[in-house]
């Protein structure tokens, strides 16, 4: 049968590069994987808990809305639980927010070292990504401003941002908002809030109940469940309402939502999360950063790390490589080849990571 004739998939799908997520060591190595800002503490007790116990009911559909899931979070964070949707992964509702809200035509408007999910699901939905620079690899509320057309349906906004570590305060982020048409939707990505220590930073919540063209979307990754695969957002009535009419009947798996649940009202680990990461965090950025490495100042669970040039980031990936610590080359995803992105790991990581790093530096 001739291939020559076949199904071809929609205009700009093959355009798309592919997500590439952080490298893993190989089954049973005992590589540390500092590429993908897992927790280091693992996941709740509680949480860990009451995924076993879903264990007795897998042959039941999940209750469709993540009603349990939407309560505890309602309960933690004081929002109305019919203003969130959850979803498998924060990627699914920022698919979903894509699917709804851009077509053939319109523009998204992002900045330069935003999340590199960012454009493939604009892509994916027929739009154009607007790509704007950055000021000392932190968004520009300016910049993303002057870059807004007739045509701009979404803004993206990580905040803080991965992988650069970045953030805007509260204020920058409602000049930001401030300055959009009311027919723009401004999408607050806070998958990195739970470790933010800054004073003048905001997760989003208060814009979003102040404007309805606001969304805020949140994860479990980053908090110890990154494999059952939890997000959750919040936004107007009228933007929920869009989104669970394409969302999937049944998106969020059973033991996922009450794991997620208990991983909620575990408020004390959350904070031995916040604690050990800003400790660390501080240390490795206090350590590392010189005349021959930059740290930027990061508000996430992670920090990115800048070299001379190309061949010493390699040449630092190599030597970390080698001694068992996987940290994230950056050049193929966001075209940083000098950086490297290191997660904030265990005490023994991160204590080799700069020892490594620091020989390194030594006899270059």
């Not at 498998?88 to 077509?103: K, R, T, W």
């Not at 493939?120 to 739009?127: E, L, N, Q, S, V």
């Not at 309805?212 to 059952?228: D, E, Y």
Request: aromatic share 6%; charged share 20%.
């Amino acid at each position: 049968m001739s291939d020559a004739i076949r199904p071809t998939p929609q205009p700009g799908i093959l355009d798309i590069a592919p997500y590439l997520p952080g490298k893993a060591g190989a089954a049973g190595s005992n590589a540390v994987k500092l590429s993908a800002n897992e927790s280091p503490l693992g996941a709740s007790p509680k949480a860990v808990a009451a995924f076993r116990a879903a264990a007795s009911q897998l042959e039941i559909y999940p209750e469709g809305t993540s009603r349990l899931l939407r309560t505890a979070l309602a309960e933690v964070h004081g929002v109305d639980a019919d203003a969130i949707v959850c979803g498998n992964g924060s990627d699914d509702l920022l698919h979903l927010i894509a699917q709804c809200y851009l077509g053939a035509g319109d523009e998204a408007v992002m900045n330069r070292y935003g999340f590199s999910v960012y454009p493939i699901i604009t892509k994916a939905a027929g739009a154009e990504i607007v790509m704007v620079d950055e000021v000392d690899y932190t968004a520009d509320v300016d910049l993303l401003l002057a870059a807004v057309t007739p045509k701009t349906r979404i803004v993206w906004l990580a905040n803080p941002n991965n992988p650069t570590g970045t953030y805007l305060s509260d204020a920058e982020v409602r000049r930001l908002h401030a300055g959009l048409r009311p027919d723009i939707l401004l999408v607050i990505d806070s998958a990195y809030a739970e470790y933010v220590t800054a004073a003048d930073y905001s997760v989003g919540l208060e814009l979003v109940a102040q404007a309805n063209n606001v969304v805020m979307v949140r994860t479990f990754s980053k908090m110890g469940l990154a494999a059952a695969r939890i997000g959750w957002l919040v936004g107007s009535p009228e933007l929920v309402d869009v989104i669970n009419r394409i969302r999937g009947p049944f998106n969020v798996n059973l033991p996922g939502q009450l794991a997620a649940a208990a991983a909620t009202r575990d408020t004390e680990f959350t904070a031995r999360l916040k604690a050990h990461n800003a400790q660390w965090r501080a240390w490795i950025t206090e350590e590392l950063d010189s005349n021959h490495i930059h740290v930027v100042p990061s508000q996430g669970n992670f920090v990115m790390v800048l070299f001379p040039d190309a061949a010493h980031a390699r040449m630092a990936f190599e030597a970390l490589l080698q001694r068992g610590l996987i940290v994230r080359e950056l050049e193929a995803s966001y075209g940083i080849s000098d950086g490297l992105r290191i997660t904030i790991g265990s005490e023994q990581a991160m204590r080799g990571v700069v020892g490594i790093l620091k020989a390194l530096v030594k006899t270059a």
